[in-house]
T-cell receptor, first 114, second 114 residues
Framework: AQSVTQLGSHVSVSEGALVLLRCNYSSSVPPYLFWYVQYPNQGLQLLLKYTSAATLVKGINGFEAEFKKSETSFHLTKPSAHMSDAAEYFCAVSLTSGTYKYIFGTGTRLKVLA | EAQVTQNPRYLITVTGKKLTVTCSQNMNHEYMSWYRQDPGLGLRQIYYSMNVEVTDKGDVPEGYKVSRKEKRNFPLILESPSPNQTSLYFC?????????????FGPGTRLTVL
């Protein structure tokens, strides 16, 4: 079965430090990949997406992610964390072979320390 | 304003009392979907719809029904709610499925089943 794994349900970083949130997927066919962010008491909004163009994808708020097919990974990074980045982050895949499901990871809650 | 709306935003009900959560989008999107969000489990897809009168099961469809009679609306029906359906529900829409389309999420409906 297709799956998305996010390592680390909680990640803490200091303000100004590198943010690295990990996502691995399992799929025999490279899917479309997404990162969404959820701020407290809100819905989800798109940070960035990979759709088989450039492997390094830039998103909003200084985030970027790199698609690595050999590692089946799509890790999210930001060079310098800001307090406003504190939120929950979800990696997701859109399946394209035989089904049109979306599968989300279990989420990583990012805490930014002053 | 382009948006996905859900009603009600909060609902407390009792076991076995049928309820409907409405979802509407004004973006002329073909793809619509329902998710439930539970702590530690991320978002899990309940049902999705590729277009009017075309629906399919997600990963957790048991206990739920949907219908898509109009392109803009995609209600979620719980015929006989049970306490294990207490959750935060999100409706989402996307222009197309299977081509890496971004999903736009509603604000969520928090359901409590006593």
């Amino acid at each position: 079965a297709q799956s998305v794994t996010q390592l680390g349900s909680h990640v803490s970083v200091s303000e100004g430090a590198l943010v690295l949130l990990r996502c691995n997927y399992s799929s025999s066919v490279p899917p479309y990949l997404f990162w969404y962010v959820q701020y407290p008491n809100q819905g989800l909004q798109l940070l960035l997406k990979y759709t088989s163009a450039a492997t390094l994808v830039k998103g909003i708020n200084g985030f970027e992610a790199e698609f690595k097919k050999s590692e089946t990974s799509f890790h999210l990074t930001k060079p310098s964390a800001h307090m406003s980045d504190a939120a929950e982050y979800f990696c997701a895949v859109s399946l394209t072979s035989g089904t049109y499901k979306y599968i989300f990871g279990t989420g990583t809650r990012l805490k930014v320390l002053a | 304003e382009a948006q996905v709306t859900q009603n009600p935003r909060y609902l407390i009900t009792v076991t076995g009392k049928k309820l409907t959560v409405t979802c509407s989008q004004n973006m002329n999107h073909e793809y619509m979907s329902w998710y439930r969000q539970d702590p530690g489990l991320g978002l899990r897809q309940i049902y999705y719809s590729m277009n009017v009168e075309v629906t399919d099961k997600g990963d957790v469809p048991e206990g739920y029904k949907v219908s898509r009679k109009e392109k803009r609306n995609f209600p979620l029906i719980l015929e006989s709610p049970s306490p294990n359906q207490t959750s935060l529900y999100f409706c989402a829409s996307s222009l197309l499925a299977g081509v890496g389309g971004e999903q736009f999420f509603g604000p969520g409906t928090r359901l409590t089943v006593l």
